[in-house]
């Protein structure tokens, strides 16, 4: 169904479906390729198209280029009480992901806290996905990765950093508060549809090649020059994310990714709690109700917004497109037809 001229909207089991055969042909077997799409689907359907449909023609431009192994699961390396090291063995970043985030929350069924640290891994695409699985489950769930560099150091010009992904979620009522922050003030993906819509961004994101700062997506993207969130602070957090991942998977750090100049091979960590094992878990769902509810009546700068938490939007987002469609620019539609 046309939207606008640009626009299209597509139904999750349409999308789903095109996803799953586009991944049969490339060799997947057929769980695996049923999966891969539904997180996928999953991640558009939720409004984070930068990380679900826009980003699945270069997941299979890696796949056809052999840098991602369709079939490839993760393997045991090393374990000790509830913290394992596992080996992704460059298979899809989304299932690498689900299966640390799965191994994690049993061995913090066990343990109270599992850790499962992941090396020679993909890109888990939107690193929110983990924490909703783990938080509707009801645990605690953090999560990090690192990345090809994509960000210069605070007072530098040459790109050192990683945006290294951030995720925190906890259950709440039925659903889940859930963030999921890069490094920089907007992550690629976000500027890239940015450009793809012709729009400015709300507030400065980077610098371009002048070393000025600027509202203009694409010529942050052309300068690679990303703004830091907190500016300073962000740089900082941005360095020790990358370095806790790599020592703690044993993996590769954001300058050795850089290296080959494909984001492959990449380190991740996922933290789960079971907080049904807290002396005060019986009053946990009131206390953050109590929270929220004072969060929500925030004095607004603007009557018109609401104020949200995170991961509000992201329900929003679902309801709408489960019962209109999925809104898809329809350059983006046509070339995953063309898959």
């Known amino acids: ?19 799953t ?12 390729a049923a999966a891969c799409a539904k ?36 393997s045991l390396h090393h374990k ?13 970043g989304t299932l690498n992901a689900i299966h640390a985030t799965e191994t994690a929350m049993n061995l913090a069924r066990e343990y109270g806290i599992g850790c499962v640290a992941l090396a020679n891994t993909n890109h888990w695409m939107r690193g929110g996905t983990y924490g909703w699985h783990a938080a509707k489950a009801g645990f605690v769930f953090i999560g990090i990765t690192n990345a090809i560099s994509a960000m210069p150091a605070w007072g530098a010009i040459d790109i050192r950093l990683g945006n290294n992904p951030f995720v925190m979620a906890l259950p709440y009522k039925d659903e889940a508060i859930v ?29 371009n090649n002048e070393g000025k700062l600027t509202n203009d997506p694409a010529e942050i ?8 969130i907190g500016y300073w602070k962000g740089a900082g957090m941005a360095l020790l994310l990358d370095i806790l991942t790599t020592i703690l998977s044993g993996g590769l750090s954001v300058h050795e990714i850089t290296k080959s100049k494909i984001e492959t091979n990449i380190s991740q960590l996922f933290i789960v709690i079971d907080i049904s094992k807290l002396s005060n878990h019986s009053v946990i769902p009131k206390t953050i109700e109590g929270i929220i509810e004072d969060y929500h009546h ?19 987002n679902r309801e709408k497109n489960l019962a209109d469609g999925i809104p898809v620019l329809k350059k983006v539609w046509d070339k995953i037809m063309e898959l």
């Open 1 to 19: 169904m046309m939207q606008d001229n640009n626009t299209l909207l597509i139904s999750p089991e349409q999308m789903q479906d095109r996803f």
């Open 21 to 32: 055969a586009i991944l049969l042909k490339l060799g997947f077997i057929n769980d695996r």
């Open 39 to 74: 997180i996928f689907t999953g991640n558009s359907v939720d409004g984070i198209y930068t990380h679900g449909v826009n980003r699945f023609p270069v997941f299979v431009q890696y796949v056809k280029a052999g840098h991602i192994k369709p079939n490839e699961i993760p």
């Open 80 to 92: 000790f009480g509830g913290i394992e090291q596992w080996n992704g063995n460059r298979g899809p």
């Open 179 to 207: 963030l999921d922050m890069a490094m920089s003030q907007y992550s690629y993906g976000a500027m890239e549809l940015a450009v793809y819509k012709k729009e400015k961004l709300a507030m400065h994101g980077g610098f």
């Open 221 to 228: 993207i052309e300068s690679r020059r990303a703004l830091p």
């Open 298 to 316: 925030s004095v607004k700068t603007d009557a018109s917004k609401k104020i949200t938490y995170p991961g509000e939007r992201v329900l929003q």
